[in-house]
Nanobody, 123 residues
Framework: QVQLVESGGDLVQPGGSLRLSCAASGFTLDHVAIGWFRQAPGKEREGVLC????????YCADSVKGRFTISRDNAETTVYLQMDNLKPEDTAIYSCAVSFLSRPTKTWEYDYWGQGTQVTVSS
């Protein structure tokens, strides 16, 4: 059974940092891409924020590039999202998802999703 569980969300002040984790079970990360997404209150889910592909390549959207970093530990079947210099507009539910495509960017290109973890950036 494929399962993704996110953790690490919290309340943090502007300028602070968080590291989110996405723990996978029921499959290995060797041949899949993992993406992080977010959905802010009252808004639709955005396109992929950051993505880690099975070939080792990574991608982050311009909106978070330079502040967010994605990494994976295949041995631990966990993907991380390091978020630095957080801003109030980063407040959202963050979710990870798995795709069997090589470099997916759209939500519909992902097949399995976690439940999400809440990140709140506020003073």
């Amino acid at each position: 059974q494929v399962q993704l569980v996110e953790s690490g969300g919290d309340l943090v002040q502007p300028g602070g940092s968080l590291r989110l984790s996405c723990a996978a079970s029921g499959f290995t990360l060797d041949h899949v891409a993992i993406g992080w997404f977010r959905q802010a209150p009252g808004k639709e889910r955005e396109g992929v924020l950051c993505r880690s592909s099975s070939d080792g390549s990574t991608y982050c959207a311009d909106s978070v590039k330079g502040r967010f970093t994605i990494s994976r530990d295949n041995a631990e079947t966990t993907v991380y999202l390091q978020m630095d210099n957080l801003k109030p507009e980063d407040t959202a539910i963050y979710s990870c998802a798995v795709s069997f495509l090589s470099r997916p960017t759209k939500t519909w290109e992902y097949d399995y999703w976690g439940q999400g973890t809440q990140v709140t950036v506020s003073s």
